[in-house]
């Protein structure tokens, strides 16, 4: 076997980065992204492999966004945020609640101190 490279793939769905370990075992390729354990992948060439792990990762974060909308569909309809709902909706009235930009330029100027 070869050195274990690292190679590094955008995500332009999301923004994330995700980092690819690939490495030559005999004639082929083989690789898996490092944050998602479910995506390993084996081809013929390094560039064929960086192609089916790019595609991979992004089937597999496809049906992980399908998932949790999904999931988040179900606990609306079961009644599991109702509270949270309330929750928020009291805090809303009460005032308690800002604009968001104005909270994330503050944040961001609090953290550049």
């Known amino acids: 076997m070869y050195h274990i490279q690292t ?18 075992n005999g004639k082929r390729w083989m690789g898996w992204i490092q944050e998602h354990p479910k995506v390993k992948c084996e081809a013929d060439t390094q560039d064929a492999l960086l192609e089916t792990l790019e595609n991979t ?10 998932a949790w909308d999904k999931q988040l569909e179900e606990d609306v309809k079961a009644g599991k945020l109702n509270s949270t709902l309330e929750r928020v909706s009291a805090d809303f009235h009460a005032g308690k609640c ?16």
């Open 98 to 113: 800002g604009d968001l930009a104005i909270f994330l330029s503050q944040n961001a100027a609090e953290k550049r101190m």
């Open 57 to 66: 990762l992004y089937q597999v974060l496809e049906a992980d966004r399908q």
């Open 7 to 24: 190679v590094k793939i955008h995500d332009v769905e999301d923004g994330e980065i995700y980092t690819a370990k690939i490495q030559k």
